[in-house]
């Protein structure tokens, strides 16, 4: 399948007065980075115009000043590997805070568009809104921009039947397990990575060692249950050729996950994300993981005793062996060696 070529060129992450200027800026949040956002970056890559640059708030607005949570699709280091094939060159994060939100529309455009990046091309969403109490629109942005020589491009929503193609339409999906129709709106799959932390060896007494995944709480994850997945060790970032987002990470393999308390074996442990790499020999203890739920198998739910939960496992794995090998990810080499018990750490 496609999505399973990895297409990642890094890019730098950057403060606005790190940016390398002049620039040509795609603004927003781009949360998710789906075809509706990837128009927008499309209008900032002609050559010579500017750097072509992304720039976002980070936090969130809505963080700093109504103090709500905002668990992101996409991470800020997740977009860089995402951001190279479209041909931006650089990720820029402004720094948003009070006194930011304070700007009125036309400070904004003079002192953070122009006077810290240099913008001479700017693009943006027709639902775009900047400014103390979001009063500049997407017209107004124009209209200030044209006052400083800033070429400003706004582009149209896109829309998908009834409704736009947005983000919370692509969290609405998650939430509810969908990942075939987060995938379609993405046009690619949603993935998420993790560090393996010790366990204490509950899925190891059942025959099935689990790894537990240690996720930025900043992610947004899907809907509790039990999928298939595929799963990629990444490359340690100290070691020679770990710098980069995925060109040097290991082959795909088949898995499943859970994702949730665990109902029958421990009701009282709270919510977590274990993986269990099927028919694969590997110590993962202090290893990243990448993860790419392929399909909810099915909701949690809690067994008469641990036989009924041991051969449901069975057959959630053979059914997780069958997507793999569906979108071409098989069986382990046969010489892959290792003792089972020990592959995994819970």
């Known amino acids: ?140 942005l124009r209209r200030l921009g044209a006052a400083q020589g800033v070429e400003v491009t706004v582009v149209p929503m896109l829309w998908d039947g009834a409704e736009r193609v947005s983000s919370s339409r692509i969290r609405r999906a998650l939430a509810a397990g969908e990942l075939t129709e987060a995938r379609r709106l993405l046009q690619r799959p949603y993935r998420f990575s993790g560090q393996v932390v010790q366990g204490r060896g509950l899925g190891r007494q059942l025959g099935w060692p689990t790894a537990n995944l240690q996720v930025d709480g900043r992610k947004f994850l899907p809907q509790e249950g039990v999928y298939a997945a595929l799963v990629q060790l990444q490359v340690d970032p100290r070691s020679p050729g770990g710098e980069g987002h995925g060109g040097g990470d290991g082959p795909w393999m088949a898995a499943v996950m859970n994702l949730g308390p665990q109902p029958t074996v421990d009701p009282a442990a709270p919510s977590a994300v274990e993986v269990h790499l099927l028919d694969r020999h590997l110590e993962l203890v202090g290893r990243g993981l990448r993860v790419e739920p392929l399909a909810l198998l099915r909701r949690q739910q809690r067994f008469d005793g641990l036989e009924s939960l041991q051969a449901q496992i069975g057959r959630d794995a053979d059914q997780a062996r069958r997507l793999a090998a569906g979108v071409g990810v098989g069986e382990a080499p046969a010489d892959e060696g290792g003792d089972s018990a020990q592959q995994q750490n819970s």
């Open 1 to 140: 399948m496609p999505w399973l070529r990895e297409l990642s060129r890094s890019i730098p992450l950057l403060a606005p007065g790190d940016a390398r200027r002049p620039t040509a800026i795609a603004l927003g949040s781009f949360d998710g980075l789906h075809q509706g956002h990837r128009r927008v970056i499309g209008a900032v890559t002609a050559p010579g115009i500017g750097v072509p640059t992304v720039v976002s708030f980070w936090p969130h607005p809505r963080e700093v000043l109504h103090g709500e949570t905002r668990l992101r699709l996409d991470l800020p280091e997740e977009k860089l590997g995402l951001l190279g094939p479209l041909g931006i060159e650089q990720l820029v994060l402004v720094p948003f805070d009070r006194a930011l939100a304070r700007l009125e529309p036309q400070a904004f455009v003079e002192q953070v568009l122009v006077g810290q990046l240099d913008a001479r091309r700017v693009a943006v969403g027709e639902n775009f809104r900047f400014g103390t109490g979001r009063q500049g629109d997407a017209d107004d």
